[in-house]
């Protein structure tokens, strides 16, 4: 149902019970659907939801409006069970909306600056990698990083291992080898950075701040901005920790970017 009030005993809207995804659309043609739809199947099997009718999902993306947009597909349980307790046949409840979009071309090609963020990310292999709605620390996180001139925050989990941004996957480049955090114990499992997975070869690490401070490269990336070289790197009091020059050819954003059809120069 497409952007429709949800009652006050939603279990999504009251413990987070459900799952998301937002997916950037172009004249009614999704990005990355099949990527999307399969974290949202990983997550409903998770969360041992009901079976959703995919077929209705399928459908969502061409009743966008013209041009650039972001689908925001949410699931949740529905309403009942005793507290936290789920009921044992749950009715699925699901709301859609769709909102025009603008990218950042300035992101693109200048970089941006990172904080990195005080708050740790809690282990949770259950939760990991899954888009679920229950995303106060991804909250209070950004929280952190309110001034302007920081796009991002860093996030390590509760052992110091750097696992992503706030609303962001992690990339960087070091001896000539592309890097990314594991998502085994906490974080997103990008869209994008699954697509790319399949294009390019990651070495998927469990590191702390050192290893990416020994980059010669790094970019925070995802399906609806793409890529942000990261200029600087900042720590959480907002003392600078490295910055990065930029690349003049950068061929890591070029592919992510041929997957969301952004242009690749500024002039395209
Ligand atoms: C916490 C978090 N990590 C990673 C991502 C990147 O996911 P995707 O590439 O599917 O947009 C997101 C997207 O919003 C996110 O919220």
Redesign the pocket.
Known sequence: MRDAALPIDDRGLAYGDGLF??VLVRDGQPL?WD??MA?LEMGIDRLALPWPDFEAFHALPAQCGPGLRVLKLMLTRGSGGRGYRPPEAPDLRWRWTDSPFEPSPGRWLEGVAVRCCELRLGIQPRLAGI?HLA?LE?VLARQECQHDSIAEGLLCDSQGHLV??????LVWRREGRLETPLLDRC????????ALDEIVEFDWVRVGLDTLLAADAAWL?????GVWPIRRLDDAAGVCLKQWPLESNDTFRHAAHRLLGYPLNLGD
Do not use: F
């Open positions: 995804e937002t990355l990527h999307h974290r888009k995303r991804n992503e941004a706030t609303a962001m996957n974080g997103v499992s990008g869209t994008l950075l699954s990336i995802n399906s609806v901005q």
